[in-house]
C-alpha cells in the first residue's frame, strides 16, 4: 500500500492520470476539516482529530510526546504488516512543527533522523536557493519516490506514507520540475504489475495556502479541495466488483479525511480499525467508507467540517453598511491581538488597516437539518430547523481583513449573538493568507502556534508600515 502526498494538487492537473491506469479516479468533493498539515494528516493516519488523541501539542503538553501506538503505522504492524513513513522537511514535520514529537520510532522505515543530519536541522534549506531541494545529485522528491519504488516491492504486507513538501512548499510554480520524474513513478506502478494487489492514493493534504493565488476566490476553494486520487487494487475489484461503483459514485459527495482512513481500512479488510464515532444528532459515522454508498446529501456537520473550511456552505456578501461589517471585521482584528497577548513582550500589537469583505453564512436546510453541529474543538451547538424559529440566536460570519506592519491578510469565521451582542470566535477558524516569513522568529520556537499572528519587536525597522 503506498500513499503519495505533495502539499497542493498540480500534479492532479498537470498529469492525466488515466494514462496511469483506468481506475485511477479523482474525488472532487474531496473538503479539508482544518488549517495546513496537520488537520490533514492525523485524522487519515489515525480516525481521530488532534483533540481526540492523548496531548502533545507544545502549547499546552510542552513535555508530552506523541504515543505512536496511536499511529496507523504501529496500529498495522500488529496486523503484519511492514511500514514505512517518508517525510521531508524535519524542522517543520506534521508531527513536530506544533508537536513535541514521537515517544518512539513510529514506523520500521522512517526518515526523520536522517533528513535532520543530510539538512544540518533545516539549515542548508534556509542558506539560498543552491542544491536546496537535492540530495546529493538527486532531487530530493525523487529521492523519496525511489525509496517508495523499493518499498512496494516488499513480499510481505506493507503500508507506506511519503509525504513529500520540499518541492512545493515556499514556490509551488517548482513542481512542474517533478513531472516526468512522478509520470515514471506512476508507470513503474503500473508496469511492474504492482497496482495488481496495492492501493495507490495520490493527494494533497491542502491548496496553496499563501501566495497571491490564495487571496482570491478560486484560491480559497482550492485551499479547502485539494487533490484526492485514488487506485484501487485490481485483484480487489475483481473480488468486490461494487467497490469501484461505489468509489465514482462518492467522486462528487462531501468526503473528508475521515473518509480516507475508512477507506483504507476498508481495502485491508481490517473494519474493526474504523473510527464510529458519531457527531452527535446525526446518524452517519464521521467516517464513512468510499466504496460504500455516500448519501448525497451528506452535510458539513455530519461530516465534521467545519463552517470555515466548508466549501458546501452559502455565503452571502454583508453590506458596509451594515453595522455587523465593521464589528465582524474589528472583532477579528481584536482577537487576533488577544491571542499574541501572552507574548506582548516579543510580540507588537497589530494595527486595523482594513476590512475587503465580511459574508454571513445562509441558514439553509442543508446546515439546519439535524440538532448539532460539529464546532471547533470537539464542542458542539445546537440548531434548529428554519421552519421552527425565523432567526437563530446566533449567525456565522467571515471576515477578510488587511493588518500592520507588514500587510498580515486574515480570514476568520466567527458566531455572532443577538442576545449577548457579542462575537464568539475560535483560534482554529482563522487562516493567515499572507506568508509570515521571519515575522515571528522570536518566539517560533517556544510558540509556535502563534506563528501566524505575532509580529517581532526586533523586526519592526526591517519592514515597510503599510498604513
Avoid at 488515466?18 to 473538503?31: A, C, G, K, M, P
Avoid at 522537511?89 to 536522517?114: C, E, V
Avoid at 503500473?190 to 495556502?209: A, F, Q, T, W
Avoid at 434548529?384 to 437563530?392: E, F, G
Amino acid at each position: 500500500m503506498l500513499f503519495t502526498s505533495t502539499a497542493i494538487e498540480t500534479w492532479g492537473k498537470r498529469i492525466r492520470m488515466e494514462q496511469v491506469s483506468d481506475s485511477f479516479l479523482r474525488t472532487f468533493s474531496y473538503n479539508i476539516v482544518g488549517d495546513g498539515t496537520p488537520a490533514a494528516i492525523i485524522p487519515l493516519l489515525t480516525g481521530k482529530t488532534e483533540l481526540e488523541l492523548p496531548e502533545a501539542r507544545i502549547k499546552f503538553a510542552p513535555n508530552k510526546l506523541i504515543d505512536p501506538e496511536n499511529i496507523m503505522f504501529r496500529i498495522l504492524k500488529k496486523y503484519g504488516y511492514h511500514t514505512a513513513y517518508f517525510e521531508d522537511m524535519p524542522w517543520i514535520g506534521t508531527f513536530q512543527y506544533r508537536y513535541n514529537g514521537f515517544k518512539s520510532q513510529p514506523a520500521d522505515h522512517y526518515l526523520r533522523a536522517f533528513f535532520l543530519e543530510e539538512s544540518k536541522y533545516g539549515v542548508k534549506w534556509w542558506n539560498g536557493i543552491n542544491r536546496r531541494h537535492c540530495v546529493g545529485a538527486v532531487p530530493q522528491y525523487r529521492f523519496l519516490l525511489n525509496l517508495s519504488e523499493q518499498f512496494t516491492g516488499l513480499e510481505d504486507k506493507h503500508f507506506c506514507f511519503t509525504f513529500i513538501a520540499d518541492i512545493t512548499h515556499e514556490n509551488f510554480n517548482m513542481i512542474t520540475t517533478s513531472d516526468d520524474d512522478v509520470v515514471s513513478f506512476l508507470r513503474h506502478m503500473k508496469s511492474s504489475g504492482k497496482l495488481r494487489n496495492h492501493l495507490l492514493i495520490v493527494m494533497g493534504d491542502h491548496g496553496s495556502r499563501y501566495s497571491p493565488l490564495r487571496e482570491t476566490y478560486q484560491g480559497k476553494m482550492e485551499e479547502r479541495l485539494p487533490l484526492m486520487a485514488i487506485i484501487l487494487p485490481e485483484m480487489f475489484k475483481q473480488s468486490r466488483p461494487e467497490a469501484f461503483t461505489g468509489l465514482k459514485a462518492n467522486a462528487r459527495i462531501l468526503t473528508t479525511p475521515f473518509d480516507i482512513h475508512t477507506t483504507i481500512v476498508d481495502v485491508m479488510g481490517l473494519d474493526e480499525l474504523a473510527n464510529d464515532y458519531a457527531v452527535p444528532g446525526s446518524d452517519l459515522p464521521r467516517g464513512l467508507s468510499l466504496l460504500e454508498p455516500i448519501p448525497k446529501i451528506r452535510t458539513c456537520g455530519q461530516a465534521a467540517v467545519l463552517s470555515h473550511w466548508c466549501v458546501c456552505s452559502k455565503w452571502y456578501n454583508v453590506s458596509s453598511s451594515e453595522p455587523i461589517h465593521s464589528g465582524a471585521a474589528k472583532a477579528l482584528a481584536a482577537f487576533v491581538n488577544n491571542i499574541t497577548e501572552e507574548m506582548r513582550s516579543k510580540c507588537i500589537e497589530r494595527r486595523f488597516i482594513a476590512v475587503e469583505w465580511v459574508m454571513r453564512l445562509g441558514s439553509n436546510e442543508d446546515l439546519l437539518s439535524f440538532r448539532y453541529g460539529s464546532d471547533g474543538d470537539g464542542l458542539h451547538d445546537k440548531y434548529v430547523t428554519a421552519a421552527a424559529k425565523s432567526r437563530p440566536n446566533s449567525e456565522t460570519y467571515q471576515a477578510k481583513i488587511v493588518m500592520s506592519p507588514g500587510r498580515a491578510v486574515f480570514e476568520g469565521s466567527m458566531k455572532y449573538n443577538h442576545k449577548t451582542k457579542q462575537f464568539v470566535i475560535n483560534e482554529d477558524d482563522i487562516s493567515r493568507i499572507t506568508a509570515y516569513g521571519d515575522e515571528p522568529k522570536c518566539i517560533s520556537s517556544t510558540h509556535p502556534h502563534l506563528n501566524k499572528f505575532c509580529f517581532c519587536r526586533e523586526m519592526q525597522t526591517k519592514v515597510l508600515v503599510v498604513q
